[in-house]
């Protein structure tokens, strides 16, 4: 059985929907779908079985699942980088992965879990995922902490080669419509763009970026099951990699992107970032991609305005919009 944590939601569905692109049915669906509109990602997948995460937590704890596991894919976890409640992170982005990963090394079961690129903090130690520098970084926020403490546990328990920890720089895609104001800009101005026909995009705040020209790596979905799948099926590949293009491009070039995949004129407004944003804003990310790359990983990233075409009018555009 395969158990996919966070597996209604953005990555965790997307990873679903590759397994059964594989022909992989046999999954257990860890997540907590409260309110949300999440339980809509499950829809067109299929699995054998669902779990909210205190239940599947209290099963690992005692030993008692009743089901023998081939592998554990951790996407689960808050990731809301405005979250503010530092207790509930601790517990529920890494002592629950602790946990996991734990378990799953006692049982010889392989580990995938979710870090971030929140992790590298403003980018000014660079983005290497040299797991010698992992203590170095300073991330901005409490959900990039979360993630990097488990990062450092698994350095210190000496046990980051049994499994992978993978650093996701900007993801967008199918299935994330339920994140509210954690979606991708992709989405965002889709929806923007076909209301108003223009787009919003922050100010610069920095003298060495124009208005729209800050930078970041962002990284199509599909791309990322993929990453994720060939690691699945090596387990003996393991360590903390960045997942990312390797290629950093502009808001103006995402921007540019979706108005192309919409066939419509560019018509781009540049407002004032809030306050409380710009100590912490990230003006610039790119993910160094040679360690992944030298396990022989053969995926190869979708250029970003491939990506935004097949995204806007494979889903955004159409009524059915999930994987």
């Not at 090394?105 to 290497?128: P, Q």
């Not at 030298?294 to 250029?303: D, K, L, N, Y």
């Amino acid at each position: 059985m395969h158990i996919v944590t966070g597996g209604a939601g953005f990555i965790g569905s997307a990873f679903v929907w590759k397994l059964n692109g594989m022909g992989i049915t046999d999954i257990v669906v860890v997540d907590e779908l409260g309110t949300s509109e999440s339980w809509k990602n499950l829809v067109g997948l299929r699995y054998a079985d669902y779990l909210h995460k205190d239940a599947f937590l209290d099963l690992v704890l005692h030993d008692e699942l009743p089901f023998d596991v081939d592998s554990v894919t951790h996407m689960g976890a808050c990731s809301a980088t405005t979250e503010l409640d530092a207790d509930y992170l601790m517990e529920n982005n890494y002592r629950y992965s602790v946990t996991l990963a734990a378990w799953c090394l006692e049982h010889d079961v392989r580990f995938i879990n979710a870090s971030s690129a929140a992790t590298y903090g403003d980018g000014s130690r660079g983005f290497s995922d040299d797991e010698a520098r992992l203590g170095e970084l300073r991330p901005l926020n409490m959900y990039g902490y979360s993630k990097q403490l488990f990062d450092l546990w698994a350095r210190r328990e000496g046990v980051l080669g049994s499994l992978a920890s993978l650093k996701f720089f900007n993801v967008f895609g199918p299935n994330e419509y339920h994140k509210g104001d954690m979606m991708s800009v992709v989405c965002k101005a889709h929806t923007q763009i076909g209301q108003t026909g223009r787009l919003k995009l922050f100010k610069s705040y920095h003298p060495d970026y124009p208005d729209g020209g800050q930078m970041r790596d962002f990284v199509y979905v599909k791309d990322c099951v993929d990453v994720m799948w060939w690691l699945l099926q090596h387990p003996e590949v393991g360590g903390v990699f960045n997942v990312g293009t390797g290629q950093a491009r502009t808001w103006n070039d995402l921007a540019r992107s979706v108005f192309a995949a919409m066939n419509l004129p560019e018509n781009i407004d540049y407002i004032d970032m809030p306050e409380q944003l710009r100590g912490k804003y990230q003006y610039f990310t790119q993910a160094e991609m040679a360690k992944l790359a030298a396990t022989g990983c053969p995926v190869r990233f979708t250029s970003l305005e491939d990506a935004v075409k097949d995204y806007v009018q494979g889903y955004l555009a159409r009524e059915e919009r999930y994987l």
